[in-house]
């Protein structure tokens, strides 16, 4: 909640002056992505930076947009196991190539 808060603040701070310099359009724009960003960054909470670090690699093709759904489904097929909250690779040959960021290239 605190997060939100001083989201919502600076939103509206950073809004209204790049609507004074660029425009409504631009500063409504701006000011309610920057509210957000800054208000999840404010928190500190690992759910905000999971939730920009997720859309940051779906947005660059290098996560499904879908995580939850694609690790449920790869826990089903036997990919996945699961203990407690994380996800481990049953196969160590799939974990050592997915690990390797040569493969990327």
């Not at 004074?20 to 800054?38: D, E, H, N, T």
């Not at 999971?50 to 947005?59: G, H, P, S």
Request: charged share 10%; no cysteine; glycine share 16%.
């Amino acid at each position: 909640m605190p997060g939100l808060v001083v989201g919502l603040l600076f939103g509206l701070g950073y809004g209204l002056v790049v609507w004074l310099a660029a425009g409504p359009v631009v500063g409504i724009a701006f000011g309610l992505v920057g509210g957000l960003v800054f208000g999840l960054l404010f928190v500190g909470a690992a759910w905000g930076w999971f939730a920009i670090a997720r859309a940051w690699l779906a947005v660059a093709g290098r996560l499904p947009w879908q995580l939850m759904t694609f690790l449920d489904d790869a826990h089903h097929r036997g990919v996945l196991r699961q203990a407690g909250a994380v996800y481990q690779f049953r196969h160590a040959r799939l974990h050592d190539h997915l690990a390797d960021v040569d493969h990327l290239k």
